[in-house]
């Protein structure tokens, strides 16, 4: 018998049910997943409160969560992929927030020696796109880039990566993560009016080179258009009309992103700081963390 963690209708965080259930053998192609680590997203509390029902309806009942780390417990007939105590991450679209999972293996990735469950647990997400966006941006060594919501689970990952890629990296926070972006190498500015003089000050004129926008706020995409002035080198997690017509393009996510950034993980080139760990039961709590949106790095749920 299995935990999960599900909603029969959409609401805030405290629809969430916590229940029981009894997983089927895996089938062809499929392998049973114990999780021991569970990320946490804002999809995840987005998708509760039904905010993705326009482009992704759901069956309800239903179980949130895309992304979590475990071992393989069983492995469907005549299968070769994975063999039964295999490290591995798993992404999906949901479904995640259970102690274990019958998933599709083609939605697994190696685990790399050397990274443990719970940072496993956050590649895909917010390591697979702040790689994806910093690859369509083709950030290098000759570049400045400015990383809007710099703190949080996608900002943090690229500003790690950025640095990998060799570039200067300037990040948006609150007074309270100022230390905390320093900390991972960023150059920080605080975010509201005047973002982009500030900006201008610390980095010189003209000298932001790219953006990568994780919050979408009017403050950010206009920051953005003033400071690339024409340039098309902007890509945002959180595309909408306002960013679309300020010229942010939004994020492609890339085909073998997941390994790219559990290579970096391996490499110590990235490291997710995990604010809070909570049981899986408490993932109404985690989700209204979540939703606050001020969280520095990951929150991660421990079946
Ligand atoms: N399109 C995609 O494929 C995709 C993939 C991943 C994520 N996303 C989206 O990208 C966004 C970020 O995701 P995440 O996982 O990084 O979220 P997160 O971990 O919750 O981080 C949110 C961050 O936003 C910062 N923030 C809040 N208000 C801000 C403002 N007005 N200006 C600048 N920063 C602000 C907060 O920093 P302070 O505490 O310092 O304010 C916090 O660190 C979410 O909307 C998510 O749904 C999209």
Redesign the pocket.
């Known amino acids: 018998m299995s935990t999960r963690i599900y909603f029969e209708e959409y609401g805030s965080p405290q629809v969430l049910k916590v229940g029981i259930e009894e997983l089927p053998e895996p089938g062809e192609g499929q392998v049973l997943v114990e999780f021991r680590a569970v990320s946490v ?3 995840d509390w ?1 998708l509760v409160a039904g905010h993705l029902k326009q482009w992704a309806p759901l069956d309800l009942p239903a179980v949130p969560g895309s992304e979590a780390a475990g071992v393989v417990a069983a492995v469907g007939p005549a299968f070769e992929g994975f063999a039964v105590g295999d490290e591995v991450i798993w992404n999906g679209f949901i479904g995640g927030y259970r102690t274990e999972a019958v998933v599709p293996a083609d939605q697994l990735t190696p685990l790399p020696a050397g990274v443990d469950f719970e940072q496993a647990a956050c590649i895909p ?2 390591g697979g ?1 702040a790689y994806s966006a910093l690859k369509q941006l083709a950030v290098g060594a000759d570049d400045t880039v400015l990383i ?9 990952a690229a500003v790690q990566i950025a640095q990998a890629f060799g570039a200067r990296v300037i990040g ?3 007074e ?2 100022q230390e905390y972006l320093r900390e991972l190498g960023a150059e920080p500015v605080t ?2 009016p005047g973002l982009a003089d500030r900006v201008r000050l610390l980095a010189e004129a003209g000298s932001v080179t790219a953006v990568l926008d ?4 009017d ?2 995409v206009a920051a953005t258009a003033e400071l690339l002035q024409g340039s098309n080198r902007a890509v945002t ?3 909408g009309k306002r960013s679309s017509e300020a010229g942010l393009a ?2 492609r ?1 890339l085909e073998g992103r997941i390994e790219e950034a559990a290579t970096l993980a391996a490499e110590g080139q990235l490291t997710f700081t995990i604010a809070h760990r909570m049981p899986l039961i408490e993932a109404a709590e985690a989700l209204e963390i ?1 939703r606050a ?6 929150i991660v749920l421990l079946p």
């Open positions: 997203n804002p999809m987005k997400v917010a796109t809007h919501a710099a703190a949080g689970g996608v900002g943090s948006t926070a609150s309270a993560n975010y509201g994780a919050v979408g706020s403050d950010s997690t959180v595309p939004a994020v996510q979540s949106g001020h969280g520095r790095g990951k």
